[in-house]
């Protein structure tokens, strides 16, 4: 959850502070420090606030660490909340809310050696993500126009149509119109997105359609593409959650695109 960059477990909540204010800001651009920490009686702490409002990925951020081997108790939290809203990746600018009672971290270290604080136990929480589909459209129009390129096709425009099907599935529409020299056609790429109980997207049943030589041309090169993510899963939650599980957890669609779910640790 949060690497600290030292092999020394921090000796209080001001240096704790300090360590997971640099921790962040080497994976993010913010304004001001985004952590918080209100001591109780160190390592039991009152909170930590984290906010990331406004902030943006730094380029070429290696993932977060995970630690391997034994852990040993950390920190206990008694409420713990995040914000991010907007938080900017690349092209995509999404909102975050995580708030949690009764937290307990562990702490171990990576194949540096160096200390990571995962998530152990939460009494209850709740975590809400949501983005624009304005903001979806344009990484699909980027991914399309991207692959078409390769072989002299330009892409003019994508227009994104998701329609909801269950709490948990969407019906998902692109249109697009493709060109090469001077012949156009307009394609449509169809396909199904379904969430799971871990905040595990799985894309699935994915088409591309068109009439005419252009259309036929653009579909054979999309084509691969979607075999390759046809079928797959991809990990909204990539983070250990340790004795914690998700629960009612719901995908909704209306001008943004929202997830939420409850979690906690069984009693």
Do not use: W
Not at 119 to 145: H, P, Y
Not at 160 to 183: D, G, I, P, T, Y
Not at 216 to 242: H, T, V, W
Request: aromatic share 4%; charged share 20%.
């Amino acid at each position: 959850m949060f690497p600290l960059h030292t092999a020394t477990f921090p000796s209080s909540a001001s240096d704790l502070e300090r360590l997971l204010n640099e921790s962040l800001q080497q994976g993010f651009d913010t304004d001001s420090p985004p952590v918080a920490v209100h001591d109780q009686s160190y390592p039991h702490l009152e909170s930590i606030a984290v906010s990331l409002d406004g902030a943006r990925l730094r380029p070429d951020t290696p993932p977060p660490p995970l630690a391997s081997g034994e852990t040993t108790p950390g920190l206990e939290i008694d409420q713990f909340t995040l914000s991010a809203s907007p938080l900017s990746l690349g092209p995509v600018a999404l909102d975050l809310s995580l708030t949690a009672r009764g937290v307990q971290l562990r702490q171990g270290t990576d194949a540096e050696g160096q200390i990571v604080l995962s998530l152990d136990r939460a009494a209850e929480g709740k975590i809400e993500i949501s983005l624009a589909q304005t903001d979806l459209e344009a990484l699909v129009f980027n991914l399309a126009q991207d692959q078409a390129k390769k072989q002299g096709i330009t892409v003019d425009g994508v227009q994104l149509k998701l329609r909801q099907q269950n709490a948990r599935s969407l019906a998902a529409e692109v249109n697009l119109r493709a060109r090469k020299l001077f012949l156009a056609a307009s394609i449509k790429v169809t396909g199904q997105l379904e969430l799971d109980d871990q905040l595990n997207l799985r894309v699935f049943d994915l088409n591309c359609l068109g009439d005419g030589g252009i259309a036929n041309m653009a579909c054979g090169i999309l084509k691969p593409y979607l075999q390759k993510i046809d079928g797959r899963e991809f990990s909204l939650m990539s983070l250990p959650l340790g004795e914690v599980r998700l629960r009612d957890v719901q995908l909704a669609v209306g001008d943004r695109l929202s997830i939420t779910a409850e979690f906690g640790s069984a009693s």
